[in-house]
């Protein structure tokens, strides 16, 4: 109960806003989440892949990289949209283009750690057999470095679902807007469904990574039976 005495969580607001025919309905809403999470995502891995395989290849790129990376996943998030606005407008792509960068600056380290995991003895083997650098780094390495990888991965998935809230304050939050409703209204039922989806939808997000993980690394599954 809150201090007039109403229940804090009333399911009729939700059942009434779940799938209406206003743009911020919950539906609306987790769908615009989903989007906004996942593309960062998909493109900061896009872009770490080449940039780790970089850094990998020349040693003296790392640095000035890592460096470059903490100090973009340092930026607070709300100046970067204020940044954005003039040249992308109150858009989906102002609230992208800085999550993008923050997967970006776990993921690159991740890459390059996961790369640096490969035994020289098991590259040295490869090379023995007549394997070329491009399929040694697709057929041996890149599987071996795939678990540290993924785990970079599933921190960026869950941050991302996360930091996606915070574009409610430029009208792009998606399932954040409900926590911007809630304030306005004094209101608590909207807030509280915002926070149990948001926390779904990353237990999700982290569940379909780990998924990948196993599936793409069956001898340790192996290695555990044994």
């Known amino acids: 109960m809150d201090d007039d005495g109403q229940p804090l969580f009333r399911w009729s607001w939700v059942e009434s806003n779940w799938n209406s025919d206003s743009p911020n309905s919950i539906v609306n809403l987790l769908e ?4 906004m999470s996942l593309v960062p995502v998909l493109l900061g891995l896009l872009a770490a892949l080449p940039l780790g395989l970089a850094c990998v290849r020349w040693r003296f790129l790392y640095q000035p990289t890592s460096a470059i990376m903490n100090v973009v996943y340092a930026l607070p998030s709300l100046p970067l949209f204020m940044l954005l606005i003039p040249e992308t407008g109150l858009a989906r ?14 993921l690159v380290p991740a890459v390059v750690d996961g790369l640096g995991s490969v035994p020289d003895h098991v590259r040295q083997s490869a090379v023995a057999m007549g394997f070329t650098p491009l399929r040694r780094l697709v057929q041996v390495e890149l599987p071996i470095a795939v678990p540290v990888v993924l785990a970079g991965l599933r921190v960026v998935t869950v941050s991302s679902i996360s930091l996606v809230s915070v574009g409610a304050l430029i009208g792009q939050g998606g399932l954040g807007n409900l926590f911007t409703d809630a304030f306005q209204r004094d209101f608590y039922t909207p807030a509280i469904a915002g926070i149990v ?15 990948a993980q196993r599936l793409l690394t069956p001898w340790m599954r192996a290695r555990r039976a044994s």
Not at 32 to 35: F, N
Not at 201 to 208: E, K, R, T
């Open 197 to 211: 989806l948001i926390v779904l939808l990353a237990l999700v997000g982290d569940g379909i990574v780990l998924a």
């Open 32 to 35: 615009a989440h989903i989007v």
């Open 93 to 106: 792509l102002t609230v992208i283009i800085p999550l993008t960068f923050y997967a970006l600056a776990v």
